[in-house]
C-alpha cells in the first residue's frame, strides 16, 4: 500500500521559511516523479514543484527563485524549501507521487497523494 506523509507545515511570518518534507512508503520511490500541490480555500489545486526520476525540477511562477525542491532516493523523501514566504503562499500543500519518467506531469496523472500540511504566513 503506497502512503504518501507530508510534514513541516505550520504558521510563519511574511518573510520567512519553512521546510516540507513527505515520506513514501510502498512505492518505487527511485522510479517515481514527485510533486507538491497546493490548495488554498476556494481555489483549485495548483502545482508548486515537481522533480523528475532524473532530477529535472519545474516550479510555478509564482515561486520561482523562493522555493526550491529535493529529493533523497535512499531515504525516499521530497523535500520543499520555502524562502521569503508570502501570504499568499497560505494553503494546504500535498505531497503526489506517479511512475514514470515524464518532466510535466498533469495533475490528474498522479495516482498518489498525501493527505496535506497546512501552511499558514501571516501578514
Known amino acids: 500500500q503506497v502512503q504518501l506523509v507530508e510534514s513541516g507545515g505550520g504558521l510563519v511570518q511574511a518573510g520567512g521559511s519553512l521546510r516540507l518534507s513527505c515520506a513514501g512508503s510502498?512505492?518505487?520511490?527511485?522510479?517515481?516523479?514527485m510533486g507538491w500541490y497546493r490548495q488554498a480555500p476556494g481555489k483549485q489545486r495548483e502545482l508548486v514543484a515537481f522533480i523528475s526520476v532524473g532530477g529535472f525540477t519545474l516550479y510555478a511562477d509564482s515561486v520561482k527563485d523562493r522555493f526550491t525542491i529535493f529529493r533523497n532516493n535512499a531515504q525516499k523523501t521530497v523535500s520543499l524549501r520555502l524562502n521569503s514566504l508570502k501570504p499568499e503562499a497560505t494553503a494546504v500543500y500535498y505531497c503526489a507521487a506517479r511512475y514514470g519518467s515524464t518532466r510535466y506531469p498533469e495533475l490528474t496523472d498522479y495516482p498518489y497523494w498525501g493527505q496535506g500540511t497546512q501552511v499558514t504566513v501571516s501578514s
Open positions: 510502498g512505492i518505487i520511490f527511485s522510479s517515481t516523479g
